[in-house]
């Protein structure tokens, strides 16, 4: 790519897709790294298909597959990804994660009702198991209906006397913050790997972009979203179960804590887990490990 040519940024249609895009370019002008940038917008599987509940496709790449082969095939530079949309595996491996820049608050959110006002009986939309199960636990009897669509779609779809989970961090992107009824800490509602992380992933070939991107990397973010990754990828791509994760980093001994949860798919159960330590990868590993061995000692014998 030659420096005179804008930078082409691939991403999903959504105006949240857009706007994570649109940050990361203005980023790279900003600092002098490009002159200009232009956005590859992308409709995923995702996007088009919203007949098929999240849990169905979820970890699958159904909103990532198609903007990196806009990478792959030359027509973008960069795929910009909320990191959260990564699949556990099957990352193509034409393309390295080559920078995380960018991470906002991790935690989900209720519009609606706050966590006292719900009642049993009450309506939750979400498309999310790890929500579901985490919410059923703290209220039992709760009613859940399933949620798909953009940030405005799903604004519009408050259940009476009910609520609707989402991220902070798509509110806050969107200047919607203002619909919020209550924030849900880390203890309550532990959130998705890689949530509020934007991630760039571009060509291992390219080291033009690679060198780009890597300017603008946030080392702590990156390390962190390598330890949660380094947990999913260890539970596999076949992992149907609801999983959580997050990880902080102390800057000044770079010591990462990552807490993960386990639920089982039926709903009964929650194994939760926070260990430390300063090697991502092995950490992410060693508590994907020691959550399977505590769901399997606690699940009962196959009939």
């Known amino acids: 790519?030659?420096?005179a040519h804008p930078l082409r940024l691939a991403t999903r249609g959504s105006p949240l897709a857009r706007y994570q895009a649109d940050r990361i370019g203005e980023i790279l002008v900003k600092r002098g790294l490009v002159d200009s940038y232009e956005l590859v917008v992308v409709e995923t599987i995702g996007d088009a298909r919203l007949?098929?509940?999240i849990a169905d496709i979820a970890r699958q790449g159904v909103f990532t597959s198609e903007v990196e082969s806009a990478v792959i095939e030359g027509r973008a530079d960069v795929a910009v990804h909320s990191a959260k949309d990564l699949p556990s595996s099957q990352l193509d491996p034409e393309l390295v994660l080559a920078a995380a820049p960018l991470r906002a608050d991790p935690r989900d959110v209720l519009v609606g009702a706050t966590l006292a006002e719900l009642l049993p009986g009450s309506k939750v939309a979400t498309g999310s198991q790890?929500?579901?199960?985490?919410?059923?636990?703290?209220?039992?009897?709760?009613?859940?209906?399933?949620?798909?669509?953009?940030?405005?779609?799903?604004?519009?779809?408050v259940p009476l006397d009910g609520?609707?989970?989402?991220?902070?961090?798509?509110?806050e992107r969107l200047d919607l913050?203002?619909?919020?009824?209550?924030?849900?800490?880390?203890?309550?509602?532990?959130?998705?790997?890689?949530?509020?992380?934007i991630a760039l992933r571009a060509r291992a070939d390219n080291d033009y972009v690679l060198s780009l991107v890597h300017a603008i990397d946030d080392a702590v973010v990156h390390r962190a979203l390598r330890a949660e990754r380094a947990f999913l990828a260890t539970l596999g791509g076949g992992c149907e179960a609801p999983v959580g994760a997050f990880a902080t980093v102390d800057e000044s001994s770079q010591e990462i804590t990552l807490e993960a949860l386990y639920g089982f798919e039926d709903g009964s159960n929650i194994l939760r887990v926070r260990r430390s330590a300063g090697n991502p990868e092995e950490l992410g590993a060693d508590v994907a490990r020691e959550l399977l061995r505590a769901a399997a000692s606690v699940a009962p014998p196959p009939l």
């Open 163 to 171: 609520a609707v989970i989402m991220a902070y961090a798509a509110l």
């Open 1 to 3: 790519m030659n420096s």
């Open 51 to 53: 007949d098929l509940a």
């Open 130 to 157: 790890r929500r579901r199960l985490q919410l059923s636990h703290a209220i039992p009897g709760l009613e859940f209906v399933e949620l798909r669509g953009n940030i405005a779609t799903r604004l519009a779809k």
């Open 177 to 197: 913050l203002s619909h919020v009824a209550e924030v849900l800490e880390i203890e309550t509602m532990l959130p998705q790997v890689g949530q509020g992380v």
